[in-house]
């Protein structure tokens, strides 16, 4: 267990619909990351947020947004869902912004 | 196109062999390497680790050699057992950067029995 816990591991929903997928950090860590693996492009970096602020961005869509809370939880929006959207979405922390902890994943199937 | 890369898709190996996982990158800047491995519906989970002020790494049953000249990383698993099956990945970083891991497409690794 690496501490890391997303919710919720699967999500079924339509194309043009809005879901939110949630994570909890490991005690301690003030960096959340979060990816998407697909079977195509492996994993890939969306965002990183670091104590409430958005560090860096990777190839996150204009549709898809993201926010870190001051309890350090944060959440991924995923709005007008897309077939090609369907993947495994990660998050993970750190503490130094190198080892990255995972948590078990949302599965998350467009329709 | 990506930094990291893996230079085969699948292994296979028997039971109780040394596995060998190779990875290729290509940002000389890259100072941290990582292995991570992803069983079927599981996260990557943390092997085991490597600076590039070090070149070779071990842990239980697990090495890590790092040969900087030629850009190359592979992971060893000694006497691979049922529980080794899984895809590997290799992932690098920059000190400082805030972009967090970049990962390879990772070698799924199959023990035969």
């Known amino acids: 267990d690496s501490g890391v816990t997303q919710t919720p591991k699967h999500l079924i929903t339509a194309t043009g619909q809005r879901v939110t997928l949630r994570c909890s950090p490991r005690s301690g860590d003030l960096s959340v990351y979060w990816y998407q693996q697909s079977l195509d492009q492996g994993l890939q970096f969306l965002i990183h947020?670091?104590?409430?602020?958005?560090?860096a961005k990777g190839n996150i869509l204009e549709r898809f947004s993201a926010q870190q809370f001051p309890d350090l939880h944060s959440e991924l929006n995923l709005s007008s869902l897309e077939l090609g959207d369907s993947a495994l979405y990660f998050c993970?922390?750190?503490?130094?912004?190198?080892?990255?902890?995972f948590g078990s994943g949302t599965q998350l199937s467009v329709l | 196109g990506e930094s990291v890369g893996l230079h085969l898709p699948t292994l296979s190996v028997q039971e109780g062999d040394n596995s060998i996982i190779n990875c290729a990158y290509s940002?000389?800047?890259?100072?941290?390497f990582i292995w991570y491995k992803q069983e079927s519906g599981k996260g990557p989970q943390f092997i085991i680790d490597?600076?590039?002020?070090?070149d070779k790494r071990q842990g239980q049953r697990v090495t890590v050699l790092l040969n900087k000249t030629v850009k190359h990383l592979s992971l060893q698993i000694a006497a691979t057992q049922p529980g080794d099956s899984a895809v590997y990945f290799c992932?690098?970083?920059?000190?400082?950067?805030?972009?967090?891991?970049?990962f390879g497409k990772g070698t799924h690794l199959i023990i035969q029995p």
């Open positions: 992932a690098e970083n920059i000190a400082g950067g805030a972009d967090g891991l970049t």
């Open positions: 940002n000389s800047a890259s100072d941290y």
């Open positions: 490597i600076r590039s002020n070090m």
């Open positions: 993970a922390s750190s503490t130094d912004d190198q080892k990255l902890f």
């Open positions: 947020y670091y104590n409430g602020e958005e560090r």
